[in-house]
Each structure stands twice: as structure tokens, then as C-alpha cells.
């Protein structure tokens, strides 16, 4: 069935990025995290490479009837979503 007008939460979202560097993601755009594309590999003295792929994050929120997903790069870094895939915990009233 359709989740339309039900009460949702997002739990977790993948994100496909291409050649991606900078990101920010949250429920609201005043309140955002860092998605975190650096790994323990890298060095530190040089800047990460671009990141091509999948990173799931696990989403901030509460139950809502109009979850949102809200993204944004506030740096002057290359960013560029491909895919948004959500899971979500549908309440049926």
C-alpha cells in the first residue's frame, strides 16, 4: 500500500554519490551532520580523492507525516547525488 498521509520515520538512507567531496545531511536544513567520506586509510596531509559510490547513513528524525531528507554542501567542494534510497517504518493508523 501506499505510505501517503501514514506517520513514517526515515531510519537509514543510502546515498549514491558521484566524484563527491563535500556533504551535509539532516532532517531540516538548520540542523545537519557531515557525511563523513575521509577513512582511517587516508593521509592526513594530502586531501581526500572524490568519492564514487554508496554510503549508508543512519538518519536523524522522529515519526513524522512529512519526513524529510535534506542535503547540502556549504563549501566550495564538488557534490553530486545520483540516488537517494530511503527505509522507512510506516505506522498505519
Known amino acids: 500500500g501506499t505510505t501517503q498521509g501514514k506517520v513514517a520515520r526515515v531510519n537509514k538512507a543510502t546515498i549514491r554519490l558521484y ?9 531540516s536544513f538548520t540542523s545537519m551532520d557531515e557525511v563523513n567520506i575521509r577513512t582511517a586509510l587516508d ?4 586531501a581526500p580523492a572524490l568519492f564514487t559510490g554508496d554510503i549508508v547513513l543512519d538518519w536523524p528524525g522522529d515519526y513524522d507525516t512529512h519526513p524529510w531528507l535534506c542535503f547540502m554542501n556549504d563549501q566550495p567542494l564538488p557534490s553530486c547525488i545520483v540516488g537517494i534510497m530511503p527505509q522507512l517504518t510506516v505506522q498505519d493508523r
Open 43 to 46: 593521509n592526513m596531509d594530502n
Open 19 to 27: 566524484e563527491t567531496l563535500g556533504l551535509k545531511y539532516g532532517e
